[in-house]
């Protein structure tokens, strides 16, 4: 396969997410939105309404199951405010004045859809429901679901609290990176988890679990104004389709025929290897002149079979970097384009550490130049 490869300093690809959805044949689904994309090139595979903004019910407690695990730690203690026991809605529970690890809040969280969870796991995280939903939107904008806004820690219907099957499933994409994070979505019973046991017992009402094999989450959701929601997920031999149902009168059987869907037109293409050479990045002021990029596993891009030999790989980077750069580091992005529209991305990561060199440093180098 021809590769084209192109230098470009593009910060809108480095960090946006992918705009273009495949088209195919109608799937009738009996939703107002609903899109499946794969989880690791980001690529739409189809897409009903997929841009169209609209509530999300429970569905939001992904992005506020994430913003915990990475701000908080799972050993945390929480106490229980009054305000978070007496919240809205579904449950999971919590008293008044209790004491519960974090932990085990987000099991209650994901698994009970608890929204007395949310509030406390959003005073724990940042002292206030309106600082935790800052948090919410600093990260959604980070992973560039820009037609997102939240409100609310639970997503109980509240003004300007929305988002679009696409934003959606570009954060679950995300979240589901997290191991504890797909640990926590795809257990279906549990009493005790790592930091000992619970208060209480757990049990997952997202019945997407017991209905399609692989299946590893995600979160339910339902109100008046969003009806109802699903966010499911699905193994597969080269990561995990995401599938996003909104406002559904049937989100299960919608969400399996996305699924199908997916399974029974696109097929895997490798297109590139793990250890296959990227490019040398310049470095200006570090210990280091350049770093190598890589990726972090071979790359598979899902194509349609008339799709084989018609699309190209391009990289869009920064010509050159500044130290300090960090090992792991998201440095560029490899774009595959189809008919000049950008179908997917896969980062390309910093195989080094390179530290800033200091004053004294720079002006040695100056002064030997």
């Known amino acids: 396969m021809k590769r084209c490869f192109v230098i470009i300093l593009s910060f809108f690809i480095l960090f946006s997410g992918i705009a273009y959805a ?16 794969d989880q690791n090139s980001g690529r739409v595979l189809y897409s009903k309404n997929g841009n169209k903004i609209l509530p999300m019910a429970s569905t939001t407690k992904i992005i506020t199951a994430i913003v915990a695990l990475e701000r908080g730690n799972i050993n945390d203690v929480v106490i229980v405010s009054g305000k978070a026991a007496s919240v809205s809605g ?29 509030v406390a796991i959003a005073e724990h995280i940042a002292g206030s429901t309106e600082d935790f939903a ?30 679009t ?4 499933a570009r954060i679950t994409a995300y979240a589901m990176k997290n191991e504890f994070f797909a640990k926590i979505s795809s257990t279906k019973e549990i009493s005790s988890g790592v930091t000992g046991k619970f208060n209480r017992s757990y049990s997952n009402i997202n019945k997407f679990l017991y209905r399609i094999e692989n299946s590893d989450g995600v ?15 699905v193994k597969h031999n080269y990561g995990r389709y995401i599938c996003v149902v909104l406002n559904s009168d049937d989100r299960w059987k919608d969400a399996e025929k996305l699924i199908r869907y997916a399974e029974d037109n696109y097929k895997f293409v490798k297109i590139m290897d793990k250890g296959e050479p990227i490019k040398r990045f310049r470095v200006y002021g570090g210990n280091e002149r350049y770093v190598l990029g890589n990726v972090e596993s071979d790359l598979y891009l ?8 018609s699309f190209k790989t391009d990289i869009y980077a920064p010509s050159v970097l500044f130290s300090p750069t960090r ?23 910093s195989d080094r550490t390179v530290k800033r060199k200091n004053f ?5 180098d100056i002064m030997i130049k």
């Open 219 to 233: 979160k339910t959701g339902f109100t008046g104004k969003a009806g109802k929601c699903l966010v499911a997920s």
């Open 165 to 168: 099957a696409e934003d959606l």
């Open 327 to 349: 090992k792991g580091e998201v440095i560029g992005n490899i774009v595959v384009e189809l008919d000049d529209k950008i179908i997917a991305k896969y980062h390309i990561y």
């Open 90 to 118: 579904s449950q999971a529970g919590l008293k008044a004045g209790e004491k519960v690890k974090l932990e085990e809040l987000l099991y209650g969280l994901m698994l009970r859809s608890g929204n007395d969870a949310a």
């Open 134 to 163: 800052k948090l919410m939107n600093d990260k959604a904008m980070e992973l560039g679901a820009y037609s997102t806004s939240f409100i609310t820690p639970h997503g109980l219907d509240a003004e300007n609290h929305f988002t």
């Open 360 to 364: 004294m440093e720079l002006l040695r």
């Open 22 to 37: 495949s088209k195919g044949s109608n799937v009738n689904l009996k939703c107002v939105s609903g899109v499946v994309i």
């Open 302 to 309: 899902p194509l349609l079979p008339s799709e084989y030999n």
